[in-house]
């Protein structure tokens, strides 16, 4: 049986090589559930005691058990493992990575629990990936949503409104219109909200389409504007991308507050208390704070 030590090192490898990364394959002989599709970003590697987690933008949650000699592995692409290929019950390769789980007695995969996907609460929007959606009825849905005090990068996830627009996607389409993600909702005006669905609906569609990796955003270039992109410049301003776990599901939302400027919530009344400590890093931990954020 596993030592926790060395569960940790190994879900340790295992975000250093597939968090925030496509996947390009997924094999499980025994699984038990859906299988995680080829070309989703894998957002989570958690581990809790022997129990090790990994889940993909779409909701998807791999589980596996290491009891009994069960181990998970990360090798460089075309590397040799070190166990054979008969005692596989996971593999997850992504560029240049394959992370291999052996010998685990449970190798199964769920959704995370939506409140929003139950019958009882009024049902779902309509689809982006259909041409016949309604976008006005979208764009209706969000200039009347039930809680206009609601950031818009929290909205943009709730299937009551529409769907299609995944984690990835909200970070893309709020980037390709220059607005917050802490804007209220309430805020947005109707050509506001009648110009965001028409692009979310087309950056959904174009994805659909697309054979290779690109997200289709209006950016020089293949690839996610600011998705996976935490820390370095951003193609439009050359801001910082900054990233942060927002909405209910606390989900990692990317974005660049040097040029997503349209309908920042005003900041707070400035408070009057002195600040305890003037150092640079000291301000960015203050500023940081959840009841100081202003976007």
Do not use: K
């Not at 005691?49 to 181990?71: F, K, S």
């Not at 075309?78 to 996971?90: I, L, S």
């Not at 309908?263 to 305890?276: F, K, N, W, Y």
Request: neutral net charge; proline residues 7%; glycine residues 8%.
């Amino acid at each position: 049986m596993p030592e926790g030590d060395s569960v940790d090192r190994a879900t340790a490898a295992m975000r250093t090589a597939l968090c925030d990364r496509r996947m390009l394959a997924f094999d499980a002989p025994r699984l038990i559930g859906a299988v995680p599709c080829a070309g989703r970003t894998i957002e989570r590697v958690e581990r809790r005691g022997r129990h090790v987690e990994v889940e993909w933008d779409d909701g998807i949650t791999l589980h596996t058990h290491l009891r009994a000699g069960a181990e998970w592995h990360v090798h460089r692409s075309g590397d040799t493992w070190r166990r054979t290929h008969d005692e596989v019950r996971a593999l997850i390769e992504v560029d240049g990575w394959v992370a291999v789980c052996f010998g685990a007695p449970v190798v199964e995969t769920f959704r995370r629990p939506d409140a929003s996907r139950h019958p009882g609460l009024g049902g779902v929007g309509p689809d982006f990936a259909r041409a016949d959606a309604d976008l006005a009825r979208c764009a209706q849905r969000l200039t009347t949503y039930r809680d206009p005090q609601a950031p818009l990068g929290d909205v943009l996830l709730d299937q009551h409104v529409f769907c299609g627009v995944g984690n990835v996607l909200r970070s893309e389409v709020l980037w390709a219109s220059e607005l917050s993600p802490y804007a209220r909702v309430g805020d947005l005006a109707e050509p506001d909200a009648g110009r965001l669905v028409n692009l979310a609906a087309r950056m959904v569609r174009a994805r659909l389409r697309a054979d290779d990796e690109t997200i289709h955003v209006p950016v020089p270039g293949p690839g996610a504007a600011v998705y996976g992109r935490s820390g370095r410049s951003c193609l439009r301003c050359t801001e910082t991308v900054r990233s942060r776990p927002l909405g209910r599901d606390a989900r990692v939302l990317y974005w660049c507050p040097g040029c997503q400027l349209r309908l920042v919530p005003s900041p707070p009344a400035p408070d009057e208390t002195r600040e305890m400590d003037r150092h640079p890093a000291a301000a960015a931990f203050l500023a940081d704070l959840p009841w100081r954020r202003t976007g």
